[in-house]
């Protein structure tokens, strides 16, 4: 049985026009079909915890509705497919499901093949692409407050226009499990950390290009020192993936960390924001996810 989870809002509504044609090309593989429509905050959540065990659950949203979905899968080991239509659908471009071609999308999943895809832990919180604190959930949280008006990279332009105002840095100390045992990999001040499963974020950001999300490490980007004039800089390079040969860009390999603030920061994961802290442990459970997505 397959369980279709649609989230009306993702998107603003962009994949609506095509449900139909999803639902007949669901239905037209005989497994059986229920949709399952969100209605509000957490509403996608307590749907999948109804879902009989041995079901496969197939999120129509963007990388918050996986988000949602994801503790549910995880808990009950349900596979999961992606038909994403999201604003930036992070999580389908890691794993290369198309964005812009739903029935593909669709084709993908009843398919059937199944990647076991890493996921990070935040604190014990679940992801599958990207969690970050710093300037990146600073603008993420402008970008989910902007106007409606405001469409595409201009809600992202808009977001770090109104970051740029408040701009500040902190310090940070990030140690790191790798290899190599436990080490101290950076302490000073930064711009923002992130903690990459997949090679991208915020729709456009390729911050982790080298990153997958079944390579059983998390690649940890962390923006040091930058002033405002540097943050502009380095913003054009950061969404073709050419700032990791910049000298205050790290980036490291880990299976855990501990990010440790001097001030409580804004937090994102997948894009949805959380609330500002100043310790964070992250973890990694490799091949955790039973995902349907082409082999990687």
Not at 169 to 179: G, K, N, Q, T, Y
């Amino acid at each position: 049985m397959i369980h279709l989870v649609v989230n009306p809002s993702a998107g603003r509504g962009r994949g609506l026009a095509h449900l139909d044609a999803i639902v007949a090309a669901l239905r037209s593989s005989g497994r059986g079909l229920t949709v399952l429509r969100s209605e509000f905050a957490g509403h996608a959540r307590t749907l999948v915890d109804a879902v009989p065990d041995g079901g496969t659950v197939i999120a129509m949203g963007g990388d918050g509705t996986v988000h949602e979905l994801l503790p549910a899968c995880l808990a009950r080991d349900l596979r999961l497919g992606v038909v994403p239509c999201g604003s930036g659908d992070d999580f389908a471009f890691a794993v290369g499901i198309p964005r812009h071609d739903p029935l593909a999308a669709v084709a993908i999943a009843l398919a059937g093949h199944e990647r076991r895809v890493d996921v990070g832990m935040v604190d014990g919180h679940p992801y599958v692409n990207a969690f970050g604190s710093g300037f990146d959930a600073d603008v993420a949280r402008r970008v989910i407050a902007a106007p409606r008006y405001v469409r595409g990279l201009g809600r992202y332009l808009y977001g770090i226009l109104g970051a740029m105002r408040d701009f500040s840095l902190a310090e940070v100390r990030v140690e790191i499990d790798d290899a190599d045992g436990r080490r101290a990999a950076y302490a000073g001040p930064a711009l923002m950390v992130s903690v990459q499963n997949g090679p991208r974020t915020g729709g456009s950001f390729l911050l982790a290009p080298g990153a997958a999300p079944d390579d059983g490490e998390l690649d940890v980007v962390v923006a040091g020192a930058f002033g405002r004039l540097g943050t502009l800089g380095i913003l054009p390079k950061l969404m073709r993936g050419a700032h990791l040969g910049h000298p205050k860009v790290h980036r490291f390999a880990a299976r855990s960390l501990t990010l440790t603030w001097s001030r409580p920061m804004p937090v994102q994961m997948e894009g949805e924001i959380q609330p500002p802290r100043g310790r964070f442990e992250v973890t990694l459970r490799p091949r955790a996810l039973r995902l349907l997505a082409p082999a990687g």
